[in-house]
């Protein structure tokens, strides 16, 4: 009896939550649409530029600038000729294939009416049929293959191409100028002052020589801080002076460069951090200790460098693997943003994924004024919460947040299985992973389909703790996990 009760209870509540996150999304839908021309009135009086947004439809057009778009079957590659050299970026499509609710709902319903039509026709309208539909695709192939043969198309989005004709255009101004929707402030802009084009690094260095390295490597909408204030203080003096540690700030977010004309792709973070911290510190031999977004990075730096990396550890690993007929980019968008208004975790990872504007409106008021929002914070709780969090949180434009979350988290949903496979094939190094049991943004199941890939990594879920008290919180354990984590490495190899 109980046991029916709480299935009647779950099934209403979900039904209750679907119909709610139905209404909300399909007004989102609607005032995304708004903001986007507020925000081209605004960046035309304020800028005196129109500024344009992945709102606008895709289009063929090959651009003057060296660099194109080339997006095929859900799968996008920027072409870049680049000093005779040829490179390719990918781009997620995600960016400028989001469908609104009430278009998707739509398309169901039409596709669901033309199933039911096609089921009540008789078998020889059902044979005529298909003979016309096999005649129709037959011709549409011709078509399209002489199309192919005459030109050279390319499906292109209207505002990429923009931003690579103005990234080219200011090639010799290293220094952009903020938004007038980004935070000014001395530590949002500290980067501007140096010459150098490198990220952000905290980095504790023994005076004596270390043996090993290690990299820790933040996650979304976070920075150094979330392990210079949790982890580092809590190491012992023994892991101090053998190992040289690097904290960094990712592209775009804490103090490190935020470039108004970069598209944040796996290519520009990898280099960022080849640049900042493997080159200039001549790293060799690494540990490399990641959360949530920044698995992603960690897992795609190890094959890169399969030589130097002598143990992994991932925190929250956000990996979906992808059923088959499925078009990747857009199932990893759906399942790390549902568009469901509960829990909040995940209502805020759909704002941040799905609306343009309606984010970059929270990081108008949120971010441009985060010193305020943190002022009030200390108020509110008499100096008695420590606000280092925030710094993640806040100090970050949403350029960088907005394509960051696309090309990293959505757009390497085809590249995980390769790289796991990589890790698991071809590198000897110790494989870890921690997820909080509670934590409501990345599945407990993600950590368990690393493990069926990486048959020897080591899962242990954290009961209580969720994505980001999986660290803070538990600081001192998790440093001591560490440090066993890399002596055994160390021991074994």
Aim: a positive charge; one cysteine or more.
């Amino acid at each position: 009896m109980a046991k029916t009760i709480r299935s009647a209870l779950v099934f209403t509540g979900r039904v209750i939550n679907d119909t709610v996150s139905f209404v909300v999304f399909s007004l989102l839908d609607l005032l995304d649409l708004f903001l986007c021309l507020a925000y081209r009135v605004a960046d035309f009086f304020i800028e005196a530029e129109w500024k344009a947004c992945y709102c606008s439809p895709s289009k063929e057009a090959i651009t003057n600038s060296g660099k194109i778009l080339v997006s095929e079957h859900g799968e996008s590659k920027i072409v870049c000729l680049s000093s005779a050299k040829l490179r390719l970026e990918e781009i997620s499509d995600t960016l400028y294939r989001r469908p609104s609710l009430l278009t998707e709902v739509s398309k169901l319903t039409v596709n669901e009416l033309k199933r039911l039509k096609l089921d009540g026709l008789t078998n020889a309208n059902n044979s005529n049929n298909n003979i016309n539909v096999i005649n129709s695709s037959h011709h549409e192939k011709n078509v399209i293959k002489k199309g192919s043969s005459v030109r050279s198309t390319f499906m292109v989005n209207s505002t990429i191409v923009e931003m690579l004709q103005g990234k080219i255009g200011r090639q010799q101004s290293h220094i952009p100028i903020p938004r007038w929707s980004d935070c000014d402030c001395k530590f949002c802009t500290c980067w501007t002052s140096s010459s150098k084009e490198t990220l952000f690094v905290k980095a504790e260095v023994p005076r004596d020589s270390a043996r090993e390295d290690v990299l820790f490597i933040h996650g979304f909408i976070s920075s150094s801080a979330f392990w210079t204030e949790t982890v580092f203080p809590n190491l012992s003096s023994a892991a101090k002076t053998t190992y040289r540690l690097f904290a960094i700030d990712l592209l775009g977010f804490g103090r490190s460069p935020k470039p108004t004309d970069s598209l944040y792709t796996l290519r520009e973070h990898l280099d960022m951090i080849e640049r900042s911290v493997l080159e200039p510190h001549k790293v060799k031999s690494i540990h490399i200790v990641a959360h949530s977004l920044g698995c992603i990075l960690a897992l795609a730096l190890a094959v890169k460098h399969p030589g130097s990396v002598k143990s992994l550890t991932l925190l929250a690993p956000p990996y979906f693997p992808v059923p088959k007929g499925e078009q990747a980019t857009q199932y990893v968008m759906r399942r790390v943003a549902p568009r469901r208004v509960w829990p909040p975790i995940a209502f805020g990872a759909s704002l941040a994924c799905w609306y343009e504007h309606i984010s970059r409106t929270i990081c108008l008021v949120i971010c441009k004024n985060h010193r305020l929002v943190e002022f009030l914070v200390k108020l509110i709780s008499r100096n008695r919460l420590r606000t280092f969090l925030l710094e993640g949180f806040f100090c970050h434009t949403h350029n960088a947040a907005w394509h960051t979350l696309h090309n990293i988290i959505c757009g390497t949903a085809a590249k995980l299985d390769a790289y796991l496979t990589v890790v698991r094939d071809r590198l000897s190094c110790d494989v870890h992973i921690f997820h909080g049991e509670d934590d409501e943004l990345i599945p407990v199941e993600c950590s368990h389909n690393v493990k069926a890939k990486i048959p020897r990594a080591r899962v242990k879920i954290i009961e209580k703790k969720d994505h980001i008290t999986i660290v803070v919180g538990r600081q001192k354990t998790f440093a001591r996990e560490l440090e066993e984590i890399w002596r055994n490495s160390s021991t074994r190899t």
